[in-house]
């Protein structure tokens, strides 16, 4: 009866491990979509995380998130209000060497600040690159998605 029993548990606990072997966290799945509240998403590379830390006193526009991707930063902010500006439109680029940016941006970091709208809304997208080319910071933005309220 011992046996049968152990026997029982031997399976259970097997049944258990082929089941976590299944299930992986994100990071370690490759690129996902990620919900990064009041109606974005984007998708973010494996070893890269989203935070909601606020890295300036900026008020209006509000840091909405950031994805830090070693030591490289993609963070987006929203307007509050109504304003005008680009409407998004195909991939984003940026022109001429990183610089040091001025208005609710990272001390002492250089980059590119993108102005765009979408889907009624105004964000500008501060991209911090690691010393190289913004490509993944770039490809991060492309993947943006904007829902028609924050609150969706």
């Not at 490289?72 to 040091?100: D, K, N, S, W, Y």
């Amino acid at each position: 009866m011992a046996t049968l029993w152990r026997a029982r548990g031997l399976i259970a606990v097997g049944l258990v491990l082929a089941a976590l072997a299944l299930v992986r966290p994100a990071a370690s799945a490759g690129p996902g979509r990620i919900d990064a509240g009041h109606g974005l998403s984007l998708v973010v590379p494996a070893g890269a995380r989203l935070t909601h830390r606020h890295y300036t006193a900026c008020a209006d526009p509000v840091e909405r998130f950031s994805v830090l991707d070693g030591r490289a930063i993609l963070t987006i902010q929203e307007r509050l209000g109504p304003e005008a500006g680009p409407q998004r439109q195909g991939p984003f680029r940026v022109e001429g060497p990183a610089r040091p940016m001025e208005c609710c941006a990272i001390e002492g970091r250089s980059g590119w600040v993108l102005h765009f709208r979408d889907h009624g809304r105004g964000f500008y997208a501060y991209l911090y690159p690691a010393g190289g080319p913004p490509r993944t910071l770039l490809h991060m933005l492309d993947s943006l998605r904007v829902a028609a309220s924050a609150s969706a």
